[in-house]
């Protein structure tokens, strides 16, 4: 079973601040997946990652895999209220074609 | 672009009964999953599939069907409804694994 460990599990900070949200496993990944989810909807995809080392840019938010494929970041510049939400982590293995999700990182910006 | 769709949006069933969540995209995706979600916790993977006539199970499989006849539709059947199956379930899909999985609204499911 892969694993998938999200930290921190919660996270209120002002807005204006920095923040990094990491994603672990003991697994090797072809593809890391960030989401993000609202309440009451379905997560809706930021990013995919699937070179080792690769890091991606989405305005404020910057998303970088792991050299080894086994985990990733996501590091808000600035924090807005809006970036307030549930951040989920996700991960392809190379042998199943399955995506698995970790518990997640709740976000709370504070005006 | 209707995307990923979910019938019905809330539903509650009595423990023991038999009920049938159905999903349908209109993306012509290969890839299509059903999860779980519980409060404080993220999503777990009920069953997938890589294409039409192809499903496997994912990480909490028990009292969950599912068949995939068309690349469009892919329902979820609950055998016999229990209280721990009260959830959240969302159906996703995409055209491979690590493509991106683009998410229905979800169902939210009350089993008494």
């Known amino acids: 079973t892969q694993l998938l460990e999200q930290s921190p599990q919660f996270l209120s900070i002002q807005e204006g601040e920095n923040l990094t949200v990491y994603c672990n496993s003991s697994s090797v990944f072809s593809s890391l997946q960030w989401y993000r989810q609202e309440p009451g909807e379905g997560p809706v995809l930021l990013v995919t990652v699937v070179t080792g080392g690769e890091v991606k840019k989405l305005k404020r938010l910057t998303f970088q895999f792991g050299d080894a494929r086994k985990d990733s970041s996501l590091h808000i510049t600035a924090a807005q209220p809006g970036d307030t939400g549930l951040y989920l982590c996700?991960?392809?293995?190379?042998?199943?074609?399955?995506?698995?999700f970790g518990q997640g990182t709740r976000l709370t910006i504070n005006p | 672009n209707a995307g990923v769709t979910q019938t019905p949006k809330f539903q509650v069933l009595k423990t023991g009964q038999s009920m049938t969540l159905q999903c349908a995209q209109d993306?012509?995706?290969?890839?299509m999953s059903w999860y779980r979600q519980d409060p404080g916790m993220g999503l777990r993977l009920i069953h997938y599939s890589v294409g039409a006539g192809i499903t496997d199970q994912g990480e909490v499989p028990n009292g969950y069907n599912v068949s995939r006849s068309t690349t469009e539709d892919f329902p979820l059947r609950l055998l016999s409804a229990a209280p721990s199956q009260t959830s959240v379930y969302f159906c996703?899909?995409?055209?491979?694994?690590?493509?991106?999985?683009?998410f229905g609204s979800g169902t939210r499911l009350t089993v008494v």
């Open positions: 993306m012509n995706h290969e890839y």
């Open positions: 996703a899909s995409s055209y491979g694994a690590a493509s991106g999985y683009t």
């Open positions: 996700a991960g392809v293995s190379f042998r199943a074609q399955k995506l698995v």
